[in-house]
């Protein structure tokens, strides 16, 4: 094991980082989950390539905790809570790792500075324990020193590779938590090209910042300004207040990543350029006017027919279907079909009947269905909590949940991730870097934070922070 060379940075400080400085001992950060509802063009028939639409949901999220390892370590301590499948800690665990590794050696390169590596791994019955590179001393950590052991704990972990953005959250909240703790100022765009994400979707980094209906434009083509970097934000809107998600998970399958992904890409045909343009057209005139305008019934006509033409385009390369899992798929055409407006005369789905039943209303809610990314997850929005909960219902009365399917139904997110950071006493680190996410009541993923506010002071030496650097992201 070879330890990080030590090394003292001179990157800008934010402003809540330079009132805290080397005060702040443990810094929170929770990452929302998000569903990325459809390319605009995933075959550059303009040039440009994908464009995303994207939600952020007020539903699983990422939570980890960063402070600094005791005195005299020289490794960086990394831990998964109990409650995460083994398997699935440990995988985030190595990607917590490789994050650690990147931004030490990038934010290291900035000042020129060199950085070693090395890792070591060990496991008890309780929690996945990882001993990443790093290197520390006895004395006082400070600011920017970027080579002091730290210790992370894993305390929640959205679900990999089931179309929620795991993979970004963790980069983005690692990275989040690693500046914040040494107390630097880097736009969250750059936090993700260190950890090498957003590369096709710049919908996961918005949301981060600020959550919300997002639409990016692409990442930027070589020889334009940008190139290399996130897709540009176009759009960003707050759903009204009153719709609701039904989130469909099937924990037993998996999306598409990484090789595999990019060689099923390869081998689809091209999007038309008339499809392309129907997605345009779609989302510009339906998605976002309704969601703007609170017209849920335009949003949902809008974003089923861009959800049909991307399921389409992309079922050869998920067994000639639109969807992953078999379950997902039988229970949200389930719900669509029963939204349905129906004609005089027709007979009452099965969500109708409960509706007159409970309300004297025959009218069945209208929805938007789809799958999120590779899936498994897919989606069904309602204009309201009733609304959901009388669809959820109906189809459980009706034996179209799967045993394999984890329904819920959750808001969508108006604000980015949550960050917290906690100052160091008298008695020194804060210990709460052991506790599942349930001991961790001060993130509030349903609290808000005014947009572009600062780190705020609450009198016990600790502060709230909310990720929104919307425009240096863009």
């Given amino acids: 094991m070879s330890p990080v060379t030590n090394t003292t940075s001179s990157l800008p400080v934010g402003p809540g980082a330079a009132a805290q400085g080397a005060a702040t001992a443990l810094v929170r950060v929770a990452a929302p989950?998000?569903?990325?509802?459809?390319?605009?063009?995933?075959?550059?028939?303009?040039?440009?390539?994908?464009?995303?639409?994207?939600?952020?949901?007020?539903?699983?999220?990422?939570?980890?905790?960063?402070?600094?390892?005791?005195?005299?370590?020289?490794t960086d301590v990394c831990s998964a809570a109990p409650h995460l499948a083994p398997d699935h800690g440990a995988a985030e665990l190595t990607r917590v790792r490789a994050h650690l590794a990147a931004l030490r050696l990038a934010l290291g390169a900035a000042t020129g500075a060199s950085s070693g590596s090395g890792t070591a791994t060990a496991t008890t019955s309780k929690t996945s324990t990882s001993v990443c590179a790093g290197a520390g001393s006895e004395r006082s950590p400070s600011r920017h020193?970027?080579?002091?052991?730290?210790?992370?704990?894993?305390?929640?972990?959205?679900?990999?590779?089931?179309?929620?953005?795991?993979?970004?959250?963790?980069?983005?909240?690692?990275?989040?938590?690693?500046?914040?703790l040494h107390g630097i100022d880097l736009p969250t765009a750059q936090i993700a090209r260190i950890t090498g994400r957003g590369l096709r979707s710049g919908?996961?980094?918005?949301?981060?910042?600020?959550?919300?209906?997002?639409?990016?434009?692409?990442?930027?083509?070589?020889?334009?300004?940008?190139a290399g970097g996130p897709a540009p934000l176009l759009s960003r809107i707050d759903l009204p207040a009153d719709w609701r998600v039904l989130l469909v998970l099937d924990p037993g399958r998996r999306g598409l990543s990484g090789d595999d992904e990019r060689a099923a890409i390869a081998r689809l045909a091209p999007l038309p350029r008339e499809a392309a343009a129907e997605i345009c057209h779609e989302v510009v005139m339906r998605v976002l006017a309704?969601?703007?305008?609170?017209?849920?019934?335009?949003?949902?006509?809008?974003?089923?027919?861009?959800?049909?033409?991307?399921?389409?385009?992309?079922?050869?390369?998920?067994?000639?279907?639109?969807?992953?899992?078999?379950?997902?798929?039988?229970?949200?055409?389930?719900?669509?079909?029963?939204?349905?407006?129906?004609?005089?005369?027709?007979?009452?789905?099965?969500?109708?009947?409960?509706?007159?039943?409970?309300?004297?209303?025959?009218?069945?809610?209208?929805?938007?269905?789809g799958q999120s990314s590779w899936g498994p997850t897919g989606f069904a929005i309602y204009a309201s909590q009733a609304d959901a909960e009388a669809a959820l219902a109906a189809a459980r009365a009706a034996g179209q949940v799967g045993m394999e399917l984890q329904v819920s139904i959750v808001g969508a997110r108006?604000?980015?991730?949550?960050?917290?950071?906690?100052?160091?006493?008298?008695?020194?680190?804060?210990s709460l870097?052991?506790?599942?996410?349930?001991?961790?009541?001060?993130i509030d993923a349903n609290a808000s934070t005014a947009p572009g506010a600062a780190a705020r002071g609450n009198g016990n030496g600790s502060g709230d922070i909310q990720a929104h650097r919307l425009s240096q992201a863009a």
């Avoid at 939570?63 to 005195?71: C, I, K, N, Q, R």
């Avoid at 929640?156 to 980069?171: E, I, N, V, Y």
């Avoid at 919908?203 to 990016?216: Q, R, S, W, Y």
């Avoid at 006509?301 to 861009?306: E, I, P, S, T």
């Fill in 290 to 369: 309704g969601a703007a305008s609170d017209d849920f019934a335009a949003f949902a006509a809008g974003l089923n027919r861009v959800q049909q033409v991307l399921g389409d385009h992309f079922a050869p390369a998920q067994g000639g279907s639109a969807y992953t899992s078999p379950a997902v798929a039988r229970l949200l055409t389930w719900l669509a079909q029963q939204g349905k407006p129906r004609a005089a005369g027709d007979q009452l789905g099965a969500i109708d009947k409960g509706r007159a039943a409970g309300s004297g209303s025959g009218a069945a809610a209208p929805c938007a269905v």
């Fill in 203 to 226: 919908v996961g980094i918005a949301g981060f910042d600020a959550g919300g209906l997002l639409l990016d434009a692409g990442p930027p083509p070589a020889g334009v300004r940008g």
């Fill in 33 to 74: 989950g998000r569903l990325h509802l459809g390319f605009l063009d995933p075959s550059a028939s303009l040039g440009r390539r994908f464009g995303s639409l994207g939600l952020v949901i007020d539903g699983p999220q990422t939570v980890l905790e960063l402070g600094w390892a005791e005195p005299g370590a020289t």
């Fill in 414 to 430: 108006s604000h980015g991730a949550r960050i917290r950071r906690v100052s160091a006493t008298g008695g020194g680190n804060t």
């Fill in 145 to 180: 020193d970027l080579s002091r052991a730290l210790r992370l704990h894993l305390a929640d972990a959205l679900p990999a590779h089931a179309g929620l953005g795991s993979g970004t959250q963790l980069g983005l909240a690692v990275g989040r938590a690693f500046c914040e």
């Fill in 433 to 442: 870097l052991e506790a599942p996410s349930a001991a961790s009541p001060s």
